[in-house]
């Protein structure tokens, strides 16, 4: 295949700058401002993140998910613990998220160690989803090969069928996971690539902030 070049791809970034003395002096504040902005700016978007995980051996990799709460334990969503990420997760319980939100030229890394929420937590949301998706999380298992589509779709009506008159389960491998930050980058993008970056990491009981070279 012959070379594809995207050099004369470009943008210009024109949003308002981010300065030191406008930071939240917690990172949990400046996030939770810019996430108020997001849901505003990018409805559709604003909780999506890249999850970013790495195997035993270092291998990385990355997905987009959806945050589905946080508060100052972490960040939370869910999924199958025996997926790719999951595995990860229970051989390197660290990883990082990253929310984009092109609306506003902005962008949050969030990077830290992961731990499972509680078995009741878990229960309370897989309880409150649509049935569909209780349905496909609970007839399938995340990750694995599977023969074809109408393997999948034929487990999803058998466990519906035999789940007509009492509730979908949560499966026992199907939990929430948080992640516990121990550093923040709050990213605004400026003309000429000169974008604002702020790095917050953890310092005992307080947070240190630094401004990073764009």
């Known amino acids: 295949m012959s070379t594809q070049n995207y050099q004369?791809?470009?943008?210009?970034?024109?949003a308002e700058g981010l300065r030191r003395q406008s930071l939240a002096l917690d990172p949990w504040q400046q996030f939770a401002d810019w996430m108020e902005a997001a849901e505003v700016a990018c409805p559709l978007n604003a909780t999506s993140m890249a999850l970013a995980t790495a195997s035993a051996t270092g291998m990385p990799s990355a997905r987009m998910v959806l945050m589905k709460s946080y508060d100052d334990n972490g960040v939370v969503w869910y999924s199958d613990s025996r997926s790719e990420k999951g595995q990860d997760i229970a051989h390197n319980p660290q990883a990082s998220v990253l929310f984009y939100w092109q609306?506003?030229?902005r962008q949050v890394r969030i990077s830290g160690t992961v731990s499972r929420v509680s078995e009741a937590t878990s229960d309370d949301?897989?309880?409150s989803r649509p049935r569909a998706s209780q349905l496909?999380?609970?007839?399938?298992?995340q990750s694995q090969v599977v023969s074809g589509l109408?393997?999948?779709e034929f487990n999803v009506a058998q466990l519906d069928q035999h789940t007509q008159t009492t509730a979908?389960?949560?499966?026992q491998d199907?939990?929430?996971?948080?992640?516990?930050?121990?550093?923040?980058e709050f990213w605004q993008g400026q003309p000429s690539r000169l974008h604002d970056r702020f790095r917050y990491r953890q310092?005992?009981?307080a947070w240190s902030i630094d401004r990073l070279a764009p």
């Open 136 to 141: 496909s999380a609970a007839a399938t298992a």
């Open 168 to 171: 979908v389960k949560r499966p």
């Open 103 to 105: 609306a506003l030229e």
């Open 203 to 205: 310092a005992g009981d």
């Open 174 to 184: 199907w939990m929430g996971f948080c992640l516990k930050p121990v550093q923040f």
């Open 8 to 14: 004369d791809y470009r943008r210009e970034y024109e």
């Open 125 to 127: 949301y897989f309880n």
């Open 150 to 152: 109408s393997d999948l």
